[in-house]
């Protein structure tokens, strides 16, 4: 897991902190329950937006800002690569929720060891880069790419001439780290039909032209299991797929419309952060960020971190945890993430809604902070609990 791989890496050194930069609040903090750590955020669309560690009392640890190329930081994370301490991002441009970067792996000196582009002139998106999941950076970068395409939407009122509108297919793409090479590569157009989708073309995403292409699908997270296959998260579909790592055929859905499992005493909506926590063979142990909301539709409930198992034998899926909001008011319509810590305590990260969490296994909220204020364009896609990784002098 990605706490063990990074205790066992760990190096030495030391950093001072330089420059404004966001503040970290510090709201609940049972010290005696808390675990150790720092906290990994990407801050965006604040003063000094970028990446940095925070320590549990909302001191700056690292100020990344500034020291990598200028563009937006998404997914900061302590990592190890070939067996030394790094720290894995992506980091680019954002247009109209959408992204155009460069999945970085840099060095303690902050110095990029990796650096990889757009492939076959795909340009990739911040949702995905990096296969971190162990703490270890694998060999293949599993990347989401969306790329609007022409397609005949005639049946959703696209008042075209020709009646092609436009419409975003979303890839995953594994790419080798080594050669560049694609390994895998999956189209959600050619397995996932556009009615399954429930968000309609609309404003940003009308379908009109290339620009607001339909977002139909937005695949926001995806994880690889031991058997090869995929699990992908589609928030506009509320579902999470397998998918066959051998022909990419679609293997189940849990949630959405066409749903393959009984859901038991829970619903799920807009999710994202889909991780894998253990793989039993027929059973799956999943830990996701259930949003409830996608900022297109009205909220379906309220935000909240889950794990749930999934029996691909007896098609049910059941609750184990959730872990919810600190307070009342929460609509999350972006982002999200859930990281389970030692000893079952679970750290949240609530994406448009700037705050972190901390909870004990059975949900108990024992630590909460924030970085700006709710209803506020502050946001951290995702965040991350972790030994601080100090900088080389």
Same mark, same amino acid.
């Given at each position: +897991?990605?706490?063990?791989?990074?205790?066992?890496?760990?190096?030495?050194?030391?950093?001072?902190?330089?420059?404004?930069?966001?503040?970290?609040?510090?709201?609940?903090?049972?010290?005696?329950?808390?675990?150790?750590?720092?906290?990994?955020?990407?801050?965006?669309?604040?003063?000094?937006?970028?990446?940095?560690?925070?320590? !549990?009392?909302?001191?700056?640890?690292?100020?990344?800002?500034?020291?990598?190329?200028?563009?937006?930081?998404?997914?900061?994370?302590?990592?190890?690569?070939?067996?030394? +301490?790094?720290?894995?991002?992506?980091?680019?441009?954002?247009?109209?929720?959408?992204?155009?970067?460069?999945? /970085?792996?840099?060095?303690?000196?902050? $110095?990029?060891?990796?650096?990889? *582009?757009?492939?076959?002139?795909?340009?990739?998106?911040?949702?995905?880069?990096?296969?971190?999941?162990?703490?270890?950076?694998?060999?293949?970068?599993? /990347?989401?790419?969306?790329?609007?395409?022409?397609?005949?939407?005639?049946?959703?009122?696209?008042?075209?001439?020709?009646?092609?509108?436009?419409?975003?297919? #979303? &890839?995953?793409?594994?790419?080798?780290?080594?050669?560049?090479?694609?390994?895998?590569?999956?189209?959600?157009?050619?397995?996932?039909?556009? @009615?399954?989708?429930?968000?309609?073309?609309?404003?940003?995403?009308?379908? +009109?032209?290339?620009?607001?292409?339909?977002?139909?699908?937005?695949?926001?997270?995806?994880?690889?299991?031991?058997?090869?296959?995929?699990?992908?998260?589609?928030?506009?579909?509320?579902?999470?797929?397998?998918?066959?790592?051998?022909?990419?055929?679609? +293997?189940?859905?849990?949630?959405?419309?066409?749903?393959?499992? =009984?859901?038991?005493?829970?619903?799920?909506?807009?999710?994202?952060?889909? &991780?894998?926590?253990?793989?039993?063979?027929?059973?799956?142990?999943?830990?996701?960020?259930?949003?409830?909301?996608?900022?297109?539709?009205?909220?379906?409930?309220?935000?909240?971190?889950?794990?749930?198992?999934?029996? @691909?034998?007896? =098609?049910?899926?059941?609750? !184990?945890?959730?872990?919810?909001?600190?307070?009342?008011?929460?609509? #999350?319509?972006?982002?999200?993430?859930? $990281?389970?810590?030692?000893?079952?305590?679970?750290?949240?990260?609530?994406?448009? #809604?700037?705050?972190?969490?901390?909870?004990?296994?059975?949900?108990? !909220?024992?630590?909460?902070?924030?970085?700006?204020?709710?209803? @506020? %364009?502050?946001? %951290?896609?995702?965040?991350?609990? *972790?030994?601080?990784?100090?900088?080389?002098?």
């Amino acid at each position: +897991m990605l706490w063990s791989g990074i205790v066992a890496a760990l190096g030495f050194g030391f950093l001072g902190a330089s420059q404004s930069t966001p503040s970290l609040s510090v709201v609940t903090n049972d010290a005696s329950r808390v675990i150790p750590g720092s906290i990994y955020l990407a801050p965006n669309k604040v003063p000094g937006a970028g990446p940095y560690v925070f320590n !549990l009392t909302g001191e700056i640890l690292l100020n990344g800002a500034g020291k990598i190329p200028p563009g937006s930081a998404y997914n900061f994370q302590p990592c190890v690569y070939k067996e030394g +301490m790094h720290f894995c991002l992506w980091d680019g441009t954002v247009t109209n929720g959408y992204g155009n970067g460069t999945a /970085l792996v840099l060095n303690q000196y902050f $110095l990029a060891d990796v650096a990889l *582009a757009g492939v076959d002139y795909h340009a990739f998106d911040i949702r995905q880069s990096l296969d971190t999941t162990t703490g270890q950076v694998s060999d293949t970068a599993l /990347l989401t790419v969306y790329t609007p395409v022409r397609r005949d939407l005639s049946a959703y009122g696209i008042p075209n001439q020709d009646n092609q509108g436009w419409v975003i297919d #979303c &890839r995953l793409r594994a790419v080798d780290l080594a050669s560049g090479k694609v390994v895998f590569d999956w189209s959600s157009l050619d397995h996932v039909p556009l @009615s399954e989708s429930q968000v309609l073309p609309t404003g940003a995403i009308n379908g +009109m032209t290339q620009q607001f292409a339909w977002d139909y699908f937005h695949l926001n997270s995806i994880a690889r299991l031991g058997s090869g296959d995929y699990i992908v998260s589609s928030r506009h579909t509320s579902t999470i797929y397998r998918v066959s790592g051998k022909d990419g055929s679609i +293997m189940w859905r849990l949630g959405g419309k066409a749903s393959d499992f =009984k859901l038991q005493g829970f619903t799920f909506s807009s999710q994202h952060d889909v &991780r894998v926590i253990h793989d039993n063979g027929a059973s799956l142990t999943l830990s996701l960020f259930d949003n409830a909301y996608n900022t297109f539709t009205p909220p379906q409930g309220d935000p909240s971190g889950k794990i749930i198992q999934v029996n @691909s034998t007896s =098609k049910k899926a059941r609750l !184990l945890n959730q872990y919810n909001a600190p307070q009342s008011g929460f609509q #999350c319509g972006d982002g999200g993430s859930v $990281l389970l810590l030692p000893k079952g305590n679970v750290f949240i990260g609530w994406g448009s #809604c700037p705050y972190v969490t901390e909870h004990t296994p059975d949900g108990q !909220l024992i630590y909460s902070a924030h970085f700006g204020t709710l209803g @506020s %364009s502050a946001s %951290s896609y995702r965040a991350f609990k *972790a030994p601080f990784i100090p900088l080389h002098p």
